[in-house]
DNA sequence: AACTAATTTAGAATCTTTACAATGAACAAA
DNA sequence: TTTGTTCATTGTAAAGATTCTAAATTAGTT
């Protein structure tokens, strides 16, 4: 069984209902190795989904977030990225170009209890400049 | 020379203009091991400082980014926390009372460069449910 | 085919953060 | 000490992301 039909039995299982909308956006990120906000969800997809509202995007990353099937990042305070890939991993944020890289660690730390906190999930955030804004001097995108 | 008077050099060293209302934010911080929301700073301050005004907070806290005196802390999405401890440490975000603890690594790993990204700073985020929210059984604070 | 509860939708509301323009004040130089 | 320039403050408006709402729709079940 391939990670979407993983996902939809999920769905099913946790008496979530599976619509068109739902179907279209876990499709968007099964696979999907970038970091899309919801507005960059909405506007993918919005071309061939006509029928989709931003809403709808919202609700059914919730979704998705409570079946543990996707992470949110808040690695920047602008706004909240999507990342689809679970397999356990870092995030580097490049403070010029807003550019998100994956970080793979050699090996992943996880305790499940720190200082007596129950822990579910570990987020590391790496900021500075990336590769690619090293080599250039142009003024900051954004 | 103390913590305060070190961060009052830097203000005027880098160009920036010491006023009352950057004092009060500056005493406010130093020495402080929560993580105050701008809102906090704003209304903890305003009794005592009448003239305050949450632009200025804003404003102060920018300057205080820039000459390296705090860290923001985006851990949740609903706002940034302000860090006044640059002591390196991590943070746990309690997904049931949204409290942020800190919790001190044995060591600080800090690389200063990865994937040939340079590396400024690293955030380090613990997510779960605090020593306190394990005990009791009531719903969640917000 | 009908039923019920979940979902979708568009728009309004909320909340944090930023932008703006006028007023005020810090600092340096005379 | 006074003056002048530039930066800072203030209050409000604006922006932008996210949440809420209520009516219409639809998925999944009977």
Redesign the pocket.
Known sequence: MNKKETVLKKI?ET????????LAIIEYLVGNREHP???KIYSDLKPQ?P??????V???I??LKTIGEIQELTIS????YIEPNLDPHHHFFCEKCGRIYDVWPEKQTGPSKIDGHLVHSIQVYYYGLCVSCQQDSSPASS
Chains 1, 2 share one sequence.
């Open positions: 099913k008496g979530f209902r599976l619509t068109p909308q739902r906000s919801m507005e989904y029928m989709l509202s931003l809403s709808t919202y609700n059914t919730k979704v305070d602008d706004r909240v």
